[in-house]
C-alpha cells in the first residue's frame, strides 16, 4: 500500500500570503495519478487538481500542483490566499491499489 | 447539472446491515466508473470501493472486503453499496464519488450520508 504523508499537518497563514503543501508518497506514483482535494467543514471534497499538475473545472489560477522526477514528491501551491482557500487539503493517488489518501493539511487563518 | 445524491444512512447495530443508494443526474451514467469513499468522524478520507461503468468489475479495501457489495442499475442511474456485518468502525460518512478513467481521480462528489454502527 502507497502511503502518502502531508506536511505540515496544520498551515497558519494571512489572506494574501502563499500556502506550500507537501505530499510524499512512500514508493513512487506516477503524476497522471496525484489529485489534490479541498474539504471545508461539513462539505464534501472537491477536486482542486488532477494530474499532479493540472486545475480542475472552476479552480483558480493561483492553485498549482507540481511533482518532482522521483514520482515520490508533490506539491500544491496556493498564491495570494483568498478567505475561500482556507479549508483542509487532501492528496490521494490511484496508481496502485489500495487507491489511498494523505491524512490532510489544514490551511488556517492566522 | 451533473449531481449525485447519497441517502440510506442511519444508526444500525454491530453486526447488522444497511444498503446505501447513490442516484446520479446530469451525465451518462453508465459511461463512467463510480466510486465510494469514507470519512469516519473527525478524520480523513478513506476510499471504501469501486465499480466499472457497465458493473461488471468491482474493488474494495482490505478492510471492507467480504463484507461490503458495490453495484450498480444504469437504467436507473444508481450506484448502491450493501454493508453487512457492521462494525463500529464503519462509522463514517459515505460519500459517493464519480470517478472518469481518463483523468483517473474522483471528479464529482455526493454529499454524503451518515452511518452510525453502535448498539
Known amino acids: 500500500e502507497i502511503v502518502l504523508t502531508q506536511s505540515p499537518g496544520t498551515l497558519s497563514l494571512s489572506p494574501g500570503e502563499r500556502a506550500t503543501l507537501s505530499c510524499r508518497a512512500s514508493?513512487?506514483?506516477?503524476?497522471?495519478?496525484l489529485a489534490w482535494y479541498q474539504q471545508k467543514p461539513g462539505q464534501a471534497p472537491r477536486l482542486v487538481i488532477y494530474?499532479?499538475?493540472?486545475?480542475a473545472t472552476g479552480i483558480p489560477d493561483r492553485f498549482s500542483g507540481s511533482g518532482s522526477g522521483s514520482g515520490t514528491d508533490f506539491t500544491l501551491t496556493i498564491n495570494r490566499l483568498e478567505p475561500e482557500d482556507f479549508a483542509v487539503y487532501y492528496c490521494q493517488q490511484c496508481g496502485s491499489s489500495p487507491w489511498t489518501f494523505g491524512q490532510g493539511t489544514k490551511v488556517e487563518i492566522k | 447539472e451533473v449531481q449525485l445524491v447519497e441517502s440510506g444512512g442511519g444508526l444500525v447495530q454491530p453486526g447488522g446491515s444497511l444498503g446505501l443508494s447513490c442516484a446520479a443526474s446530469g451525465f451518462t451514467f453508465s459511461s463512467y466508473a463510480m466510486s465510494w469513499v469514507r470519512q469516519a468522524p473527525g478524520k480523513g478520507l478513506e476510499w471504501v470501493s469501486s465499480i466499472t461503468g457497465s458493473g461488471a468489475i468491482t474493488y474494495y479495501a482490505d478492510s471492507v472486503k467480504g463484507r461490503f457489495t458495490s453495484s450498480r442499475d444504469n437504467s436507473k442511474n444508481r450506484l448502491y453499496l450493501q454493508m453487512n456485518s457492521l462494525r463500529a468502525e464503519d462509522t463514517a460518512v459515505y460519500y459517493c464519488a464519480r470517478f472518469p478513467t481518463s483523468i483517473h481521480t474522483f471528479d464529482i462528489w455526493g454529499q454524503g450520508t451518515m452511518v452510525t454502527v453502535s448498539s
Open positions: 494530474g499532479a499538475s493540472t486545475r
Open positions: 514508493q513512487s506514483v506516477s503524476s497522471s495519478y
